[in-house]
């Protein structure tokens, strides 16, 4: 499979694609030769090209175009937003110039021309939100003066939304042919009523009828009363056994119960069913008194990938507290030698503790893949980041090869994107581990959903000064802790498994010179 985009070939082999190097403008008839022959050494393997473009040269009211529509821009993407076109009608384009700016369900990302040529028509209008995969949304022509000729150009209905396969068209029910209508039955035959057991009698409820005045009072625990309240039985038939007679929870057990009381229970229920037709109307909210705020792909993409965690991933959660003095010293004394070159922060202590912890207990870096479970052997540690848009998971690959320094340096280049809006998507897809931490929002304890298909997630706490007993002349010690939970899927890591992985990285934390190691 063959095809040829501005200066770049990218050919299919062997079930990958792979990018070479092509002169400008070169035909696909003359590179056929490197069909059915081994790729150049130059050649380097590339992910699937994320685009889809239709060249069509055959059509009797247009000449030739390319019909450029919504590409997956990510892996999970159903749908983006067109943000913004960055060019108009008529506008030429270069090799790699932005077109639009596309809202996914992960971030806003910039889509760059695929093809050398004119706008010729934009199809979808800059905010139409929730646009399918493969919809076309422009036309691009070689040809300047053909621009013209597509003013008034739709894309044929078959094309209008092909991303999502269309629901067949359930199969017309065959019309029946005319049939006489049967002659009514004679009057002298009505239908038979039906049984009495098909509609029982009313059957009046068992609760007690309320006490005449002057009645003597009864005595009864009040696990008694609940407990007779329960069973439907009548309190003024049982003999109490407590003192003075006070009916007690066990002489309510011992009761017998009415039969006639339990074939009323069902009945007694009936009523209830029809109690919310009868209910009051819900209260709306008067207009003005709040606002509706629409829903951004990020924000949608956010509710489903926590509504199938929490609903697939059986979690548990783990909770260790872990003593920081030392480990704030270590931090203090090596941003005061970087001379303003570095400062570290706690966060980047936490992922290189993370990574080595993890690969103390390698199946703590598993994922669950329904046939099998698949352990990694390298360290992708995610890092929520907050943003205007929500939350995203920046990812420190490979954090189990890099020291404290490049840590810090990746994660302020992957913050400052993310705040931005410009992580590229393989900055945030993936990881095998999750961090999260409110500790410096003030946060001291919390428990976080399991970021999907991760098997644990990191919740960090804020550090607070504690007093802790002590053998010296005071009988105490202030140390600075944290309390830091895990989350764990159950399917792949199991209590102990998750135990050990904090046990280590408590070890990591409070001994951070073993960070060096």
């Not at 082999?13 to 790729?39: I, V």
């Not at 848009?389 to 302020?412: E, H």
């Not at 053998?471 to 939970?485: A, C, P």
Request: aromatic share 4%.
């Amino acid at each position: 499979m063959l095809r040829h985009v501005t200066r770049r070939l990218v050919v299919r082999a062997g079930g990958s694609w792979h990018e070479l190097a092509a002169k400008s403008h070169s035909s696909p008839r003359s590179l056929s030769s490197l069909l059915g022959k081994p790729l150049p050494s130059s050649s380097r393997t590339i992910r699937k090209p994320q685009w889809r473009i239709q060249h069509v040269r055959m059509m009797s009211d247009y000449p030739p175009h390319f019909r450029i529509d919504m590409p997956a821009l990510s892996p999970t993407m159903e749908a983006g937003t067109i943000v913004s076109w960055s060019v108009s009608e008529g506008d030429e384009l270069g090799e790699g110039d932005l077109l639009a700016q596309i809202e996914t369900d992960k971030a806003t990302m910039d889509f760059e021309a695929p093809e050398v040529g004119y706008l010729a028509k934009i199809l979808v209008p800059s905010g139409t939100p929730d646009v399918k995969l493969g919809v076309p949304v422009c036309i691009i022509v070689e040809d300047k003066d053909d621009i013209a000729k597509f003013a008034n150009y739709e894309p044929p209905a078959a094309d209008a939304a092909p991303a999502t396969a269309p629901a067949p068209e359930p199969a017309p029910e065959p019309t029946p042919e005319p049939v006489a209508a049967p002659p009514p039955p004679p009057p002298s035959a009505p239908p038979t009523p039906p049984p009495a057991a098909a509609a029982p009698p009313p059957v009046t409820l068992t609760t007690p009828p309320p006490q005449p005045a002057g009645s003597p009072r009864i005595m009864a625990s009040p696990m008694a009363k609940a407990l007779a309240a329960r069973r439907g039985i009548d309190l003024s038939q049982v003999v109490g056994s407590g003192a003075d007679g006070v009916i007690r929870a066990a002489d309510v057990e011992a009761a017998p119960v009415a039969a006639p009381a339990a074939a009323a229970a069902p009945v007694a229920a009936a009523p209830a069913v029809a109690a919310p037709a009868a209910a009051a109307p819900p209260v709306v909210a008067p207009d003005g008194s709040f606002t509706e705020i629409p829903l951004t792909g990020m924000r949608k993409a956010i509710a489903k990938r926590l509504t199938q965690s929490k609903q697939e991933i059986p979690h548990y959660y783990l909770t260790i507290e872990v003593v920081l003095d030392e480990l704030l010293s270590v931090r203090s004394q090596l941003n005061s030698e970087g001379t303003g070159k570095f400062k570290l922060s706690v966060t980047d202590f936490l992922i290189k503790a993370s990574s080595k912890a993890l690969l103390d207990v390698p199946a703590a870096n598993s994922q669950w893949a329904d046939t099998c479970i698949r352990q990694f052997h390298n360290t992708d540690i995610s890092v929520a980041v907050a943003t205007d848009s929500g939350l995203i998971t920046p990812i420190v690959f490979t954090a189990n090869n890099k020291g404290l320094k490049q840590i810090n340096s990746d994660m302020n280049e992957l913050k400052n994107k993310a705040v931005e809006g410009k992580l590229q998507p393989n900055e945030f897809q993936g990881g095998t581990f999750t961090i999260s931490n409110l500790g410096m929002m003030g946060i001291q304890h919390f428990t976080a959903v399991i970021n999907p298909p991760q098997s644990c997630i990191l919740a960090v706490g804020a550090p607070e000064k504690k007093m802790v007993p002590a053998d010296n002349e005071k009988g105490f010690v202030v140390q600075t802790v944290m309390n830091v939970s895990l989350s764990c899927d159950h399917r792949v890591v199991d209590g102990a498994v998750g135990a050990q992985w904090l046990d280590s990285f408590k070890g990591y934390l409070e001994k951070p010179l073993n960070l060096l190691l």
